[in-house]
């Protein structure tokens, strides 16, 4: 059973509107991926912090994602306004450290734009 | 650019029938890359079936082995005798093994294997 938490497990959203996805990572875990998984199984990285700090944020993510790691709280990714592309399977890893460690994830957040 | 390319799927097997996933990478800006194969089960979360770091070495797991072949550039995983239990979507990835580029993983698009009874 995945150690690390997202919720919503679904969440369904109109074009234009915010979408917010959460992660809590498993224990011990400073460092946080986000993937995006589309419906032809592709993944693409999103982003990835290391305790509160972005390491790395594709172009995309800087446009219309946000994503933050605040300490003692859950990390969350959020669209600010929703496209029929951003429909996917969002993921949620978490490691011990950015360099060669396994990733942990978790169940995943789908998201659908209608 | 880097990537991963692995056996179509969906694959489907009997049980106790023997396994081979196929995995071939590039990986033209990562000089030694680490390599894995996730699992995702039905209803489950993505999760590490196994990892080798070191070229020529084997890593193994629940009775699948894959080995790191890097004059082959490949990483095919194998069974002997698959059972029903199997049955789920097979990820091959590679990823850096320095710090500097945060660790991304890059996945293949996943086989699914169905295993028969």
């Known amino acids: 059973n995945s150690k690390v938490i997202q919720t919503p497990r679904y969440l369904v959203k109109g074009q234009g509107q915010k979408a917010k996805m959460r992660c809590i990572p498993e224990k011990g875990h400073p460092v946080v991926f986000w993937y995006q998984q589309n419906k032809n199984n592709e993944f693409k990285f999103l982003i990835n912090?290391?305790?509160?700090?972005?390491?790395?944020q594709i172009d995309m993510t800087e446009k219309r994602f946000s994503a933050e790691c605040p300490s003692n709280s859950p990390c969350s990714l959020e669209i600010q306004s929703s496209e029929a592309g951003d429909s996917a399977l969002y993921l949620c890893?978490?490691?011990?450290?950015?360099?060669?460690?396994?990733?942990?994830f978790g169940e995943g957040s789908r998201l659908i734009v209608v | 650019g880097d990537s991963v390319t692995q056996t179509e799927g969906p694959v489907t097997v009997s049980e106790s029938e023997s396994l081979i996933i196929n995995c071939t990478y590039s990986?033209?800006?990562?000089?030694?890359?680490?390599l894995f194969w996730y699992v995702r089960y039905p209803g489950e979360g993505l999760q590490l079936l196994l990892k080798?770091?070191?070229?020529?070495q084997k890593g193994s797991s629940r009775g699948f082995e894959a080995t790191y072949n890097k004059e082959t550039t490949s990483f095919h995983l194998q069974k002997a005798s698959v059972q029903e239990s199997d049955s789920a979507v097979y990820y091959c990835a590679l990823a850096p093994n320095y710090g500097s580029s945060g660790n991304k993983l890059i996945f293949g698009i996943g086989t699914l294997l169905s295993v028969k009874p």
């Open positions: 080798v770091i070191t070229a020529g």
């Open positions: 912090f290391q305790n509160q700090e972005v390491l790395q």
């Open positions: 890893a978490s490691s011990l450290t950015d360099s060669g460690n396994t990733l942990y």
């Open positions: 990986a033209t800006s990562i000089a030694y890359p680490n």
